[in-house]
Each structure stands twice: as C-alpha cells, then as structure tokens.
C-alpha cells in the first residue's frame, strides 16, 4: 500500500524519503548531515516536515550533538520512567515510607 501510494502522490514520496533520512540519521549518528537535511525540507512544500524543521532549527547544535554522540541519558530516563510508575500505582493510598519500600524493592 505504501509503494501504491508513493507512486499515486509525489508529495507522499518526498515526505517517506525526507524521514527515512532522519531515521537513518538517528540509527547511524551521522549528524553532520542535518544541515543538507534541513535544506532539504525547506525546499520542500511540505508544511508539517517544514515545521518539524523548524523546531529543529532552533536548537540545531544539540539536536547535531544528539544525533553525532554516543552518550545518551537513555538508562536514566529509564529509572525515572520506572519511579513515576510506581509513584502513580501508590497515588492517593499511602504514605512516603510505602513508596520508599516499593522503590527499593523494585531495585
């Protein structure tokens, strides 16, 4: 269905290739390409991606740094992630010293 589409609509096509860089910019850290990237969707006429990139825009260097870096905050987004679940399952029935509990249990 996606290949019936890209070839009824142009816009369609453009759009799957313009993100299916950005993905492969993700999985293989190659930052140094954002910039062509970004020239890319302003040439476009696609408004969304055009806003997508303008969001982008405005904090390039990080977004560059983000996708070129190996380190990442992932393991810690995970434990904070795990910590609001087990705040939320405790909402409104107990104390601090039961979530304590539960939190160094689920350690």
């Known amino acids: ?3 019936k589409l890209r070839q009824l609509h142009s816009e369609v096509d453009l759009a799957y290739d313009l993100v299916q860089q950005f ?3 993700l999985r ?3 930052g140094e390409c954002l910039d ?3 020239e890319q969707v302003a ?3 696609l408004p969304e991606l055009q806003s997508f990139a303008a969001g982008v825009g405005k904090d390039k260097e990080a977004v560059r ?3 070129t870096w190996w380190i990442n905050n992932g393991v810690v987004e995970g434990h904070v992630t795990k910590l609001k679940l087990i ?3 405790g909402y409104g029935r107990a104390g601090f010293p039961l979530l304590r509990k539960r939190v160094l249990h689920a350690l």
């Open 65 to 67: 740094a983000g996708l």
């Open 36 to 38: 062509a990237w970004l």
């Open 87 to 89: 705040k939320r399952q």
């Open 43 to 45: 040439s476009s006429n």
């Open 1 to 3: 269905m996606l290949a």
């Open 28 to 30: 293989n850290r190659t």
């Open 23 to 25: 993905t492969q910019m």
